[in-house]
């Protein structure tokens, strides 16, 4: 790529509104064009950096002479413009791999079916607290493309989705973090899940013997990839199941990181609580220690952290109830934590869009655990399937408010309702942020 050639964005949100201006300063000709409509803050952006702009339509021909195209990551490869794109052989790449090209910051990137918001939340505040430059970027913040365009950081920590991981090719981090493998947006990856955990892999691809690639070795998806798809990186495996030599595992109820020195730390200190937050803990700390990060900073962090919104977030508890907020929750193993987590009898709310959702690994803790499943969702049809005769009480909801008011009236005192959907949010809420919030408002009024 040189100075003068033309750079299209499609997709008029955070990561193509970032690219573009990231695109401008570099001194390229920039188009950006959404087939939707473009909400007004990053149109505003767009006009600031004097970036044209179309929305509502693509306008084919001024697709097609492009040097490069930048894919917000909510395109799906399959979509029509795409593959003509392709057809006219334009490069394709991810907001990822464009910003990447243009900083020398050192960063760590981390993705993972399950957890990567809350391990890259705890990550970024360790290398803070350590006082670090360092930016928070990628699925969480402001694009990475926007901070490379606007700010100077020494370091970022990145939390990648598999569609932000799909368009890169030489994005090399310096310690990369693959925190598990389990079903999720399989209708991008052709319902194949060997497809899904190739595109999880990318995180590490170009990674040498001179980067880190930090994983779970209990995770059986990582692991029996590996044996066939080694990673040249050095290896950082970490276990609540048996103990490792280089990296960390769990001791009873003590957790070991071994990087250079060993940092123990008693489970009850962690200001994450449960089976999950053990691992994302683990996965942050030997990170921190890759950078140098002193144990007592990473042992005061790890015991200091405020968890983020949306994940297991308490909320009230009314009459007794317990009111548990999980909207983050947008696939099957992420739930699975969620009810593994809960010690009181629970009330359930359930659904959405299904993703090509497999329940069957919920039966046990809803036989064990759930008194009540709530269906919120337009079509609840696979829910009744999977649930249908599992407890005694099922019902159907068409709103948050209509959700919480039954959960309210099948719960008494010691129970806890819990908003886990299983499930992309996209029927009846902008996000898993909106629902979150409908929840904790609904929650609020009764």
Not at 174 to 181: A, E, G, P, R
Not at 314 to 340: C, F, H, M, Q, R
Not at 356 to 382: F, H, S, T, W
Not at 420 to 428: G, H, I, K, R, V
Request: proline letters at 2%.
């Amino acid at each position: 790529m040189t100075i003068g050639d033309k750079i299209v964005v499609l997709g008029g949100g955070e990561s193509g509104t970032g690219s573009a201006v990231l695109a401008k300063k570099q001194g390229f000709e920039v188009w950006l064009s959404d087939a939707g409509a473009i909400p007004q803050k990053y149109k505003d952006v767009l006009l600031k950096y004097e970036i044209a702009f179309e929305e509502g339509t693509h306008t084919e021909e001024k697709l097609f002479s492009a040097t490069e195209i930048i894919k917000s990551p909510g395109i799906p490869d399959k979509a029509e413009i795409i593959k003509k794109c392709k057809e006219k052989g334009i490069g394709i790449i991810s907001e990822i791999e464009f910003a990447s090209r243009y900083t020398n910051a050192k960063t760590i990137a981390i993705t993972g079916s399950n957890g990567k918001t809350t391990s890259t939340l705890l990550t970024y505040h360790i290398l803070q607290k350590a006082g670090l430059n360092v930016g928070l970027a990628g699925n969480v913040g402001k694009s990475f493309a926007l901070q490379v365009a606007e700010n100077h950081f020494d370091v970022f920590v990145l939390e990648l989705s598999s569609f932000q991981l799909d368009g890169t090719y030489e994005f090399k981090p310096t310690v990369s973090v693959l925190l598990n493998i389990t079903p999720d947006h399989l209708d991008r990856y052709e319902y194949k899940m060997k497809n899904y955990v190739a595109s999880k892999f990318r995180i590490a691809q170009n990674q040498t013997k001179e980067e880190h690639f930090i994983f779970c070795a209990d995770d059986e998806e990582t692991t029996n990839w590996l044996k066939e798809h080694p990673v040249k990186a050095n290896n950082i495996p970490f276990s609540i199941k048996q103990k490792v030599e280089n990296g960390a595992y769990l001791d009873n109820d003590t957790i070991n990181i071994n990087i250079n020195s060993t940092l123990t730390m008693s489970i009850h200190e962690l200001a994450l609580q449960g089976k999950h937050n053990i691992y994302n803990s683990m996965a942050s700390a030997i990170g921190a220690k890759l950078f140098g990060i002193s144990d007592d900073i990473i042992r005061e962090s790890l015991s200091d952290f405020q968890n983020v919104e949306h994940r297991l977030e308490p909320v009230l508890k009314i009459s007794g109830i317990e009111y548990i907020n999980d909207s983050k929750a947008t696939n099957v193993n992420s739930t699975w934590y969620a009810l593994d987590s809960m010690s009181t009898p629970t009330v359930w709310i359930v659904g959405g869009v299904d993703k090509g959702n497999d329940y069957n690994q919920l039966l046990p803790l809803v036989r064990n655990k759930v008194k009540a499943i709530i269906c919120l969702g337009v079509d609840n049809k696979k829910l009744h399937e999977a649930f249908d005769g599992q407890v005694d009480i099922i019902a159907d909801a068409a709103s948050m408010s209509e959700a919480v008011k039954k959960a309210y009236s099948l719960g008494k005192r010691g129970d806890t309702v819990l908003l886990s959907p299983a499930c992309a949010s996209f029927d009846l809420f902008e996000n898993y942020e909106d629902r979150g919030r409908q929840f904790k408002q609904a929650v609020r009024e009764l």
